[in-house]
């Protein structure tokens, strides 16, 4: 079983187009689904998952879009919270929370504070986040911490990331269709397995994660080596 599933959750717009609803109502059954695919995963032992909500691309979309997908995350953060609480969730916010309104800053912070003792499932939500993003974000403050180049190894450079203390993600699953990375995890992602998925997310369901779980489970999993099989075909 993976120690850490990613999720890019991508599909929301199509979902409801495909029934003739405004791209808000797609938004709004993605966060309904958060808690169905995050208790499927607690219920098979995963004990880390990410999500990726929102990107620092996403800016870049219709305004009336993004004000509707702060409106959700607004009005969601709570019972959202209440809900991961009570199944013994932690939350975690990856990204920059400064562009954000202050009341969601505080929210976000709310969250976190009160889900930090909880033990069963670390949920990373990566909101307001970016691959490169990140690894800047990094750069500056190992140059401000006035660390050296002799210093400075991989180790290091990962405990400046938002993820510091969370391992890389074993396995990446993407909805919708799409096969590209969508600038994240950058870092952390470079030897993780992919799953790609026609289901948009707001249909993601446990059957679809167990077809992904088992396609990972199929997965030679050499981190740059050879396995043993080959060195035995060498020999």
């Known amino acids: 079983m993976p120690r850490h599933i990613a999720i890019i959750m991508d599909g929301n717009g199509r979902w409801a187009a495909q029934r003739a609803l405004p791209r808000e109502a797609g938004h709004r059954r993605g966060v309904a689904n958060i808690q169905r695919v995050v208790r499927a995963l607690a219920e ?28 959700i995350l607004a009005e969601e953060i709570e019972p959202q919270t209440r809900e991961l609480h009570e199944a ?9 929370p400064t562009p954000l309104d202050p009341v969601l800053q505080d929210a976000i912070a709310a969250a976190e504070d009160i889900t930090k003792n909880n033990d069963r499932l670390v949920l990373n939500v990566a909101f307001n986040y970016g691959g490169r993003d990140e690894i800047l974000h990094a750069v500056r403050k190992i140059i401000a911490d006035g660390v050296t180049p002799s210093e400075l190894d991989e180790g290091v450079f990962g405990r400046y990331l938002y993820t510091n203390g969370c391992p890389d993600p074993d396995l ?58 080959h060195h035995r075909d060498e020999a």
């Open 44 to 71: 098979r032992g995963v004990p880390v998952v990410t999500l990726y909500a929102f990107s620092t691309e996403n800016w870049r979309r219709p305004t009336a879009e993004v004000e509707a997908l702060m409106s």
């Open 88 to 96: 013994g969730v932690r939350l975690v916010h990856l990204g920059d």
């Open 172 to 229: 990446i699953i993407r909805t919708g269709g799409e096969q590209r990375l969508s600038n994240f995890l950058l870092w952390q992602a470079a030897y993780s397995e992919y799953y790609h998925t026609s289901v948009l997310w707001p249909d993601l369901d446990e059957g679809e994660l167990d077809r992904a779980l088992e396609a990972y489970r199929q997965r030679n999993r050499r981190f740059g080596a050879l396995d043993a099989q």
